[in-house]
């Protein structure tokens, strides 16, 4: 087990563009989530599935942003007309299924660290 | 709403010293979990912690273990015998009903920078 794996590490990309994320969730867990963090706060839910559902979606994802997971393996979040605003380290984590724990801990992986020129 | 508070400076550390970071919670729901995590300049978040609401035993997990106070809303992670490999971003989380039964919200975290 390789833990949760994000790819690209990095991105810079120009206003306007649109970018993809992708996210290889530890590969037992069925819970996947996305979470943005920018300099100096903590990271700030963006969306979470179970399995193939995208079960919960927070107000910071605008209409630019979509997320899929569609075999219920890895997932991609994809950034459309990209702002300066969206430069942030956007995390992946996965966590097991057991039915409503509260310890269950989110495994996250490395991060792709996005900016926008 | 479910929030975190972490309000302390950047702390400075003396090696092999104990070190205490402050986290205070709010929230109505009886049942809830509250984690640590370390995020060193790499920027992996790494689970160090966790406490549930009814635990009886403040948790312990080698050199981390969680001052938990529940009546006072704190749950404050004590790092004992500090290493140079401890200088890092230190978040605490908290799940539970309220927030989503699912997602951690997390506070802004603590930064500790351990010295020789």
């Known amino acids: 087990d390789t833990g949760v794996s994000q790819d690209p590490r990095h991105k810079i990309t120009k206003r306007g563009q649109n970018v993809t994320f992708r996210c290889d969730p530890i590969?037992?867990?069925?819970?996947l989530y996305w979470y943005r963090q920018t300099l100096g706060q903590g990271p700030e839910f963006l969306t979470y599935f179970q399995n193939e559902a995208q079960l919960e979606k927070s107000r910071l994802l605008s209409d630019r942003f979509s997320a899929e997971r569609p075999k219920g393996s890895f997932s991609t979040l994809e950034i459309q007309r990209t702002e300066q605003g969206d430069s942030a380290m956007y995390l992946c984590?996965?966590?097991?299924?057991?039915?409503?724990?509260?310890?269950?801990?989110?495994?996250f992986g490395n991060g792709t660290r996005l900016t926008v020129t | 709403a479910q929030k975190i508070t972490q309000t302390q400076p950047g702390m400075f550390v003396q090696e092999k010293e104990a070190v205490t970071l402050d986290c205070t919670y709010d929230t109505s729901d009886p049942s809830y979990g509250l984690f640590w995590y370390k995020q060193p300049s790499s920027g992996e978040m790494i689970f160090l912690i966790y406490q549930g609401s009814y635990d009886q035993q403040n948790a312990t997990e080698g050199r981390y273990s969680l001052n938990f106070q529940k009546a006072r809303k704190s749950a404050n992670l004590v790092i004992s015998a500090s290493q140079l490999g401890d200088s890092a971003m230190y978040f605490c989380?908290?799940?539970?009903?309220?927030?989503?039964?699912?997602?951690?919200?997390f506070g802004k975290g603590n930064q500790v920078v351990v010295i020789p």
């Open positions: 984590a996965s966590s097991s299924t057991v039915a409503s724990a509260n310890n269950s801990p989110l495994h």
């Open positions: 590969s037992e867990h069925n819970r």
């Open positions: 989380a908290m799940r539970g009903p309220q927030g989503g039964n699912n997602r951690l919200a």
